[in-house]
T-cell receptor
Framework: EPEVTQTPSHQVTQMGQEVILRCVPISNHLYFYWYRQILGQKVEFLVSFYNNEISEKSEIFDDQFSVERPDGSNFTLKIRSTKLEDSAMYFC??????????????FGSGTQLSVL | TQLLEQSPQFLSIQEGENLTVYCNSSSVFSSLQWYRQEPGEGPVLLVTVVTGGEVKKLKRLTFQFGDARKDSSLHITAAQPGDTGLYLCAGAKQAGTALIFGKGTTLSVSS
């Protein structure tokens, strides 16, 4: 079965540094998402992306965050100046069509970001 | 902000027992999904329920969407150690909008 691939699996960074989390969605998928999960808390939506632009974002996704699809395969999440509270597991997801009732969302295995 | 409340938060049972976990909200959802998440992995979709009152079965798992589309339940019959994991419900208020997740129920099935 096709899968969403995320790299790196673990990322450790110093507070204030920039990080880029990388994702390779499933090849024929058109909609891409980032979610995060702080340890012990629920999975939270960050942003959805379609046709090279953001289609929806949450309050968490402030000016420190940005997303990009630099080529035909990668989908990245950049955090410009990391804060301690950015430490979380970040999940990339993709879907073949716009998520609607019944549409299947495929999640990657996540990148564990630790900000020191 | 809509909340999806899952209960219980933790459940530890013996192999062969039946169990039900719940997902409740005060808001109406266009659809609800149930995911299972293993440690160090992303959530994996189990089922999507769309119609109020809908019941779906996946082997020993039975999923139900409340008539008012505000709640859902997952029932596992004759639980096995392989059922151990974190079960998440997630809902979309409207088709095409972001999923809202509950905090999950951590299930442990011992042999």
């Amino acid at each position: 079965e096709p899968e969403v691939t995320q790299t790196p699996s673990h990322q450790v960074t110093q507070m204030g540094q920039e990080v880029i989390l990388r994702c390779v969605p499933i090849s024929n998928h058109l909609y891409f998402y980032w979610y995060r999960q702080i340890l012990g808390q629920k999975v939270e939506f960050l942003v959805s992306f379609y046709n090279n632009e953001i289609s929806e974002k949450s309050e968490i996704f402030d000016d420190q965050f940005s997303v990009e699809r630099p080529d035909g395969s990668n989908f990245t999440l950049k955090i410009r100046s990391t804060k301690l509270e950015d430490s979380a597991m970040y999940f990339c997801a993709s879907s073949e069509a716009r998520f609607r009732s019944g549409e299947k969302l495929f999640f990657g295995s996540g990148t564990q970001l630790s900000v020191l | 902000t809509q909340l999806l409340e899952q209960s219980p938060q933790f459940l530890s049972i013996q192999e062969g027992e039946n169990l039900t976990v719940y997902c409740n909200s005060s808001s109406v959802f266009s659809s609800l999904q149930w995911y299972r998440q293993e440690p160090g992995e992303g959530p994996v979709l189990l089922v999507t329920v769309v119609t109020g009152g809908e019941v779906k079965k996946l082997k020993r798992l039975t999923f139900q969407f409340g008539d008012a589309r505000k709640d859902s339940s997952l029932h596992i019959t004759a639980a096995q150690p392989g059922d151990t994991g974190l079960y998440l419900c997630a809902g979309a208020k409207q088709a095409g909008t972001a999923l809202i997740f509950g905090k999950g129920t951590t299930l442990s099935v011992s042999s």
